[in-house]
């Protein structure tokens, strides 16, 4: 689950990018009384994921500003689905509404994709992994949103597991050679990984003992 406090710090930051030194639209447009009431709907059908992030952007900009969610995060929507209410002062639901539906729409889109895919699996042991190949400083929400969406996570960062790529084995000279250097220093909680582009190392992989073997890129 995403930690209360890093979404909080996170959305603050994206709501500093995103107003700078102020809604001069919004801000001329509308008087701190105004008040407004509005809807969150889906436009296709998929996965929703992202509904505490999408609360904290109004919680951050006005305490007054209502959001009631009709559904949880994993839940399926359909196309035309209301998901939620918005109700509360104008100047703050304008200022707040594309940072927020960045967050929704971008974390239920993966959330939906991945599900795509794990359903596509049907009864096979096959998993659905995310990888690294992450937005920079999004990593957390988009790990989150594979989650959501049936999915299973990697490693988180580059401390979570020893993972022996093509280009550690160059630097290493064999892949016998890296994993057996990696154990000399890793703790034992740790596994080691490494990533195979033939048979061969397949084979070399078994041999020195290695946790987990990655197909790279290899043919049926």
Same mark, same amino acid.
């Given at each position: 689950?995403?930690n $209360?406090?890093?979404i909080?710090?996170?959305?603050? $930051? ?13 801000d001329?447009?509308? @008087?701190? +009384? +105004?008040?407004? /009431?509005?809807?969150? &709907? #889906? $436009?296709?059908d998929g996965?929703?994921?992202?509904r505490s ?7 951050i900009?006005?305490?007054?500003? /209502?959001v009631?969610? =009709?559904f949880?995060?994993g839940?399926? !929507? /359909?196309k035309?689905? /209301?998901?939620?209410d918005?109700?509360g002062?104008?100047? =703050?639901?304008l200022m707040?509404?594309?940072v927020?539906? @960045? ?7 993966? %959330?939906?994709e991945?599900? *795509? =895919?794990?359903?596509?699996?049907g009864? &096979?042991? %096959? ?5 690294? *190949?992450?937005t ?14 049936g999915?299973?996570?990697? $490693?988180f @960062? ?8 093509? &280009?550690h !084995? *160059? =630097? ?5 050679? %890296? ?9 034992? %909680?740790?596994?080691i990984?490494?990533?195979? +582009?033939? !048979?061969?190392?397949?084979?070399e992989?078994?041999a020195?003992k290695a +946790?987990? !073997?990655?197909?790279? @890129?290899? #043919?049926?």
């Amino acid at each position: 689950m995403l930690n $209360r406090f890093f979404i909080e710090e996170h959305v603050k $930051r994206a709501l500093q990018e995103d107003i700078g030194f102020g809604d001069i639209t919004t801000d001329y447009l509308t @008087n701190e +009384d +105004d008040t407004m /009431k509005c809807e969150l &709907n #889906s $436009r296709v059908d998929g996965v929703l994921c992202g509904r505490s992030v999408f609360e904290m952007v109004f919680k951050i900009l006005s305490e007054k500003v /209502k959001v009631t969610f =009709y559904f949880k995060d994993g839940d399926e !929507i /359909k196309k035309g689905d /209301k998901l939620a209410d918005i109700e509360g002062p104008a100047r =703050y639901i304008l200022m707040g509404e594309r940072v927020a539906l @960045n967050y929704i729409q971008r974390m239920s889109g993966i %959330a939906t994709e991945t599900n *795509k =895919y794990q359903k596509a699996i049907g009864d &096979n042991k %096959a998993k659905i992994v995310d990888t690294r *190949k992450t937005t920079p400083l999004f990593r957390a929400f988009e790990k989150y949103s594979v989650k959501i969406g049936g999915g299973s996570l990697h $490693r988180f @960062n580059l401390s979570d597991c020893a993972m022996i790529k093509d &280009n550690h !084995i *160059k =630097y290493a000279g064999t892949l016998t050679k %890296a994993v057996e250097k990696l154990r000399q220093h890793i703790s034992h %909680a740790h596994k080691i990984e490494v990533e195979c +582009d033939t !048979i061969e190392q397949v084979r070399e992989a078994i041999a020195c003992k290695a +946790d987990i !073997i990655m197909l790279d @890129n290899m #043919s049926l």
